[in-house]
């Protein structure tokens, strides 16, 4: 499995008891460098042009929007970490002031946030950030995120919506989308969009100019992706927003069965002429962080370009994509991602067919498919959940996990597991401390199992502190 000795069937075999001790988004443990915990150059000094920016046309409306937009969901915080991950800490306005400045002089234009993001600051942030310049300098997407059963009514609805224009300091919102369709199925699309009248409501602003392009994003049940797209002559969807990356382009299903394929999104989007907007663009930092001997594959090709510039580069490379969202706490991430994009360069066949086979091996990884998108969090019982699943995900991808304490570096994998942990998850926030509860089953987007998964994680270090393995 990597050059730590693991033999593949031998490890599959104990993931699969534990149907994985998976985990996911490869954000690292303890303090490292930027690039080993995202695969983005840190030490590349290459100047970047002010007046390169790839930008694609909305059909509608005409407007340039750059191919790479700036997400709000991972502001840095004083302490100089993701507010994400760390919702209790103060966001530091001037450091997102100083990304947003770096961002608009680079050609970016489109900035996306929610109400949800940074446990509800995000907006506020974006707001004081984007309106130091004049309002045509940027185009604002954000989102009525009204998930909770308490926001469903109508004028929960439309106060959410309302909040968010104050946040943001507008008069009016670029884009608008309904959030998370397809979470809970048919039926809660039906309670928080229709019932209440306050889809109607939405079109009613966007005739009146309040908003200027409505459309949805989707995670989910298919079903309720196929009845919005199959209802656009009814509503007129101005753009749709889908996880796609050149992993989930095929094997979306494979790493969660409750996933759609990114093909099968894009092309139906496409058939109707709705613009896409793009999220998840590395998988939650996956394929930022891949297995050391699928990113070897990648920078021996083009060594002076990060593992993650690959996944900007192919989608990109599809036409009808509007905008890549990508949520960039540091200067580096925003730095790699617009080289990257300044001007994009567009993958050859001969690069596809080298990702499709990065792919096709990537999936044969056994790993919890969170992108740490907080939505479990909080837990009601203090467990990091993503944190967790994080830790153990880079274990796995860096050759750190032992199957038996017959292995030849098994003191070591012990030793880095162990440790790693513990920096990584306060020992209040481990996995040992999941009661089963399942409140944060129905909240998870990729439709994770997260107690068991938590569980398996729990009885792997019970046998390392043991070494009963």
């Known amino acids: 499995m990597s050059e730590k000795n693991i033999n593949r069937r031998d490890f599959l075999k104990m993931a699969g008891a534990s149907a994985a001790v998976t985990a996911v988004s490869m954000m690292g443990c303890g303090n490292q460098k930027t690039e080993e915990i995202t695969g ?9 042009p002010t007046d390169k920016m790839t930008y694609r046309i909305n059909p509608k409306t005409g407007d340039k929007i750059s191919v790479l937009g700036y997400g709000f969901m991972r502001l840095p915080t004083v302490n100089n970490r993701s507010a994400r991950e760390n919702g209790g800490e103060e966001i530091d306005q001037e450091t997102v002031n100083r990304l947003t400045d770096f961002a608009i002089e680079h050609g970016l234009n489109l900035f996306d946030t929610s109400p949800a993001y940074c446990q509800g600051r995000s907006e506020h942030a974006m707001g004081i950030a984007l309106s130091r310049y004049p309002r045509n300098k940027y185009f604002i997407s954000t989102k009525l995120s009204n998930f909770a059963p308490q926001t469903w009514g109508r004028e929960e609805s439309i106060a959410m919506y309302k909040n968010s224009l104050k946040e943001l300091q507008t008069e009016y919102i670029d884009y608008l989308h309904l959030h998370g369709i397809g979470m809970g199925g048919l039926e809660q699309f039906e309670k928080r969009y229709i019932e209440n009248g306050v889809l109607d409501f939405l079109l009613k602003e966007r005739e009146e100019g309040r908003i200027k392009n409505l459309g949805f994003s989707y995670h989910g049940d298919v079903k309720v992706f196929d009845y ?44 109707k002429g709705i613009p896409v907007f793009i999220m998840e663009p590395i998988l939650g ?59 994009l360069q567009e993958c050859t066949e001969e690069e596809n067919a080298l990702l499709q086979r990065v792919a096709d091996e990537f999936v044969n990884f056994p790993l919890v498919p969170c992108t740490e998108c907080q939505y479990c969090m909080p837990c009601p019982y203090g467990v990091d959940i993503p944190g967790s699943f994080s830790h153990y995900n880079k274990c796995v991808n860096e050759g750190y996990i032992s199957v038996s304490i017959q292995d030849e570096n098994f003191a070591e994998n012990r030793k880095r597991f162990l440790i790693g942990y513990d920096r990584k998850v306060d020992k209040k926030r481990q996995a040992t401390h999941c009661i089963g509860c399942n409140q944060c089953v129905s909240h998870c987007p990729q439709g994770i199992k997260i107690p068991s998964r938590l569980k398996d994680i729990d009885d792997y270090i019970e046998k390392l502190k043991q070494e009963k393995l």
């Open 40 to 48: 983005q150059s840190t030490s590349s000094k290459k100047e970047i």
């Open 228 to 271: 919005l797209v199959d209802n656009h002559d009814k509503w007129h969807w101005d753009f749709a927003m889908i996880q796609m990356n050149y992993v989930d382009w095929k094997y979306a299903k494979r790493i969660n069965p409750s996933n759609t394929d990114a093909e099968y999104l894009y092309n139906r989007l496409t058939e």
């Open 285 to 343: 930092g996956r394929l930022a962080k891949l297995p050391k001997h699928l990113a070897t594959n990648l920078r021996e090709r083009i060594p002076e370009n990060s593992v993650a510039s690959w996944s900007f580069r192919w989608i990109a490379s599809h036409k009808n994509v509007l905008t890549i969202l990508s949520g960039m706490t540091y200067m580096e991430h925003l730095e790699d991602n617009l080289s990257t994009l300044c001007p």
